[in-house]
């Protein structure tokens, strides 16, 4: 009874959490969090995966309970098959995507190239078409096995208790396929190792990935107990795929916005308003010692920094350091205004040609070639649309 008790709350509680985090899901679909993970590829992931865990939670109760066979078992069997590859083939398609997308070849040239060729492939409509023609083959599998009697003897129920007819040899045809299962994961997920995309999907696959292997090595076939370990594994996805991008939605992202262009690269003023540029262009003074002044060329830029956060905030221990700092610089400004506009000239005459010669400045271009074709690329797929192309 308590056991009973146990796997109703359970599955109460996740159906308070699965329904609202899937209406979420199709009310934020246009946002770019979500729909640049293939927005319908993750709302069908996550209502197989809710499906799923009612179907494990369900047998559980049925263990429980000591009930026998009838004549739902075949149902059960067909749909228990369906869903599950319902929920595995998605996470497949997006590992295809993201490679298709994100892979950049070392030389850039977007002209004539696979992409442009099978642009079609990264598009909404194609990933349902292929997943729609793969369903129909896991229908058919799935309506075979429940069907024919002859197949019962290889491919039991198996969620009572003793069940006799978990055999050796089922065991073996289970692990089979399982193996083939979660290694095709992993080729998927290896082939991403390279890939080093914006939005984190990668990173968000190769965690699943790891989450379905790690609970295919602790299952145990004649323990009904395995299913727990199955339904802990869905909710930790349901997490991952679905209630993450949800999140992000609400979550302000600056690399969603700024987009660097070579053009910046060119001027000192639009380096200064960037994030990502700063940062480079730090490094790369810091590394360098002004023999002249005695000083890390990077004192200047701290000062012109300074100057910047003073317009927004002035402050009299902030315009006590600022003074000090253009003394110890030789400095001949009296305001902080004149400060700043005599730093900004030094940087741009003296130190910003250094900068555009440096490893950093070629690696900072390099970097910002690579982006402008991923958000080239992005900008023709389903990311931000159909991936239509007139």
Request: glycine content about 4%; some cysteine; overall charge negative.
């Amino acid at each position: 009874m308590a056991s009973s008790l146990f796997v109703f709350l359970w599955l109460g509680f996740a159906s308070l959490i699965y329904i609202p985090v899937g209406i979420l899901l199709f009310l934020k679909a246009s946002k770019k969090a979500i729909k640049n993970r293939s927005s319908q590829m993750v709302i069908i992931t996550h209502w197989s995966n809710y499906i799923q865990c009612v179907i494990l939670i369900l047998t559980l109760y049925v263990s429980f309970s000591n009930m026998g066979p009838n004549e739902f078992d075949h149902i059960y069997r067909a749909v228990a098959i369906i869903v599950h590859y319902s929920m595995y083939f998605p996470f497949l398609l997006r590992c295809y995507r993201v490679y298709f997308i994100f892979k950049v070849d070392f030389n850039w040239d977007e002209e004539d190239n696979v992409f442009r060729k099978n642009i079609h492939r990264t598009s909404q409509k194609w990933l349902v078409k292929v997943y729609l023609y793969i369903l129909i083959v896991v229908v058919a599998a799935a309506s075979i096995i429940s069907s024919l009697d002859v197949i019962n003897e290889y491919f039991p129920i198996a969620y009572y208790d003793g069940n006799s007819e978990s055999s050796q040899r089922t065991e073996i045809i289970y692990l089979f396929v399982l193996f083939i299962e979660e290694m095709t994961f992993v080729i998927a997920v290896f082939n991403l190792r390279n890939v080093n995309d914006d939005f984190s999907m990668s990173k968000e696959l190769t965690l699943i990935c790891g989450l379905w292997i790690l609970t295919g090595l602790v299952s145990t076939f004649d323990d009904p107990y395995w299913r727990i370990e199955s339904v802990i594994r869905n909710h930790l996805i349901m997490v991952t795929s679905s209630i993450y991008p949800l999140w992000k939605t609400y979550e302000e992202q600056a690399s969603y916005e700024e987009a660097l262009t070579i053009e910046m690269l060119q001027s000192l003023e639009l380096i200064l308003q960037s994030k990502t540029t700063l940062e480079a262009f730090e490094k790369a003074l810091n590394s360098q010692q002004d023999n002249e002044l005695g000083i890390q060329s990077g004192e200047f830029l701290q000062l012109w920094i300074k100057c910047e956060l003073y317009r927004h905030s002035p402050e009299k221990e902030l315009e006590g350091e600022i003074r000090f700092g253009a003394s110890n610089l030789k400095l001949s400004g009296e305001t902080i205004s004149l400060i700043q506009e005599e730093v900004f000239g030094i940087l741009n005459v003296r130190y910003f040609p250094i900068f555009k010669n440096s490893q950093i400045y070629e690696d900072l271009m390099r970097d910002i070639t690579r982006q402008q074709i991923y958000y080239s690329r992005i900008m023709q797929t389903s990311l931000y649309g159909d991936g239509v192309v007139s």
